[in-house]
């Protein structure tokens, strides 16, 4: 977490992008030559996204500390689509970009030990060993309890833990009350508990916590409430959740939080009426960094 720290710091940006490609957000003539090509075919796709990809790092990778692909938006083109993902991991840290892989795993004993070797780990095969996918951080569901979430916190990689989500209908289990309190603050308790010998410079341990920035005010008392768990907070741009919504989530020093955008910056270009989605794409990044810098 420290390196992701000294990344925003770096580009004075606590905005990370999601890499969250669907077809319709790639302009009509980027794309056409894939599918002229192989058809329309998961392969086609595959491709298109992976050059799409590559073209928002380049336009990025100076201004933003990290990118957060979504593992959901590549799996539906099968393994095409899962190469794609890998690829654009390996992509964006030869950038130098932090790469955080939202694919909120988990599951019992040495089913979740594999999703924590293949997401964040290496895997050894007859004593070679190779990292299949080599991401800095993985999204995980705390809720299986803690022997599933320590083999993440073996491979000396970050978590985020889902804890406050953004989506609407959060509050049906996660604002339920045990013994007292939220059942997303008994997560982010335990957030502070699975991190506490992993704290690093600047105090904050390699388990993180998911706090959406559509609930601003539990987002602010989790804050205040867990001081040593770093959040990654989605919500901000297309689903709602505005600059001042997120200024709770950064501590005294304006650390503590990294702000994920995902279509209004893949689908910059859309709004400015250009093919130049990778200008465009940059240009809100920065618009968006300027707004929460204010805002903090």
């Known amino acids: 977490m420290d390196s992701l720290i000294k990344k925003i710091a770096q580009t004075g940006n606590p905005i990370v992008p999601g890499l969250d490609p669907m077809l319709e957000y790639i302009p009509q003539s980027f794309k056409a030559d894939y599918f002229a090509k192989h ?50 991991i390996s992509y964006a840290k030869s950038a130098g970009l932090y790469v955080i892989t939202d694919g909120k795993r988990n599951d019992i004993g040495s089913t979740m030990s594999a999703y ?36 993440c916190l073996n491979t000396g990689k970050d978590i985020f833990v889902l804890c406050k989500t953004s989506n609407p209908s959060s509050g049906e289990l996660q604002d339920l009350s045990l013994e007292g309190k939220p059942l997303y603050a008994a997560m982010g308790d335990y957030c502070e508990r ?31 409430r867990l001081p ?57 990044a920065i618009a968006m960094g300027e707004s929460l810098k204010k805002a903090i």
Not at 214 to 222: E, I, R
Not at 239 to 259: E, L, P, W
């Open 116 to 151: 924590a070797d293949a997401h964040l780990g290496q895997v050894d095969i007859n004593g070679t060993t190779f990292t299949p996918f080599g991401a800095d951080a993985l999204t995980v569901n705390g809720y299986l309890g803690s022997d599933c979430i320590e083999p």
């Open 39 to 88: 058809g329309n075919t998961p392969r086609a796709a595959a491709l298109a996204i992976l050059d799409y990809n590559k073209a928002l790092i380049d336009a990025l990778a100076d201004i933003v500390p990290a990118v957060k692909p979504q593992c959901a938006y590549y799996e539906r083109f099968g393994w095409e689509g899962v190469r794609t993902l890998e690829e654009t």
């Open 194 to 224: 699975w991190g506490e010998k992993t704290r690093g410079e600047f105090g904050y341990s390699t388990v993180g916590a998911v706090v959406g920035a559509t609930y601003p005010k539990q987002l602010a008392q989790l804050r205040e």
């Open 228 to 284: 040593h768990t770093f959040f990654l907070v989605p919500g901000y741009g297309a689903q709602g959740g505005a600059a001042s919504d997120i200024a709770g989530a950064f501590d005294k020093d304006g650390r503590g939080a990294i702000v994920n955008s995902s279509r209004a910056i893949l689908c910059a270009w859309q709004k400015a009426g250009t093919q130049d989605f990778a200008g465009a794409a940059r240009e809100e």
